[in-house]
Nanobody, 125 residues
């Protein structure tokens, strides 16, 4: 299984970015896919997840600015970010679960996810 993120970069506060995650060796629509981020000196933070039915769960603090989508034909996951703030600066990771979530729904808890990409850096100034 390989997850490869792209689309990161530097952006001014208030701007937007779209991150992509290309999945190979994994039928990503089977269970859960999600996005996480980790800022320097901080723990990894869950952002948003999506299940095979397209249902999403997002961390409350990021509602209204971050959304997730998937392109089944391309086996690609996206993170759409808007109204970016300097505190959104972090390494952003795509993740996929190996099993159906024990809680019965997808949730941005890193312990529910097995496969991880290498990350893409987002810097907001």
């Amino acid at each position: 299984v390989q997850l490869v993120e792209s689309g990161g970069g530097s952006v001014q506060a208030g701007g937007s970015l779209r991150l992509s995650c290309a999945a190979s060796g994994y039928t990503y629509s089977d269970y859960c896919m999600g996005w996480f981020r980790q800022a320097p000196g901080k723990e990894r933070e869950g952002i948003i997840t999506i299940d095979k039915h397209g249902r999403t769960t997002i961390t409350d603090s990021l509602k209204g600015r971050f959304t997730i989508s998937q392109d089944n034909a391309k086996n690609t996951l996206y993170l759409h970010m808007s109204s970016l703030k300097p505190e959104d600066t972090a390494m952003y990771y795509c993740a996929a679960s190996r099993f159906a979530p024990a809680r019965g729904y997808c949730y941005p808890d890193q312990y529910d996810f097995t496969y991880w990409g290498q990350g893409t850096q987002v810097t907001v100034s």
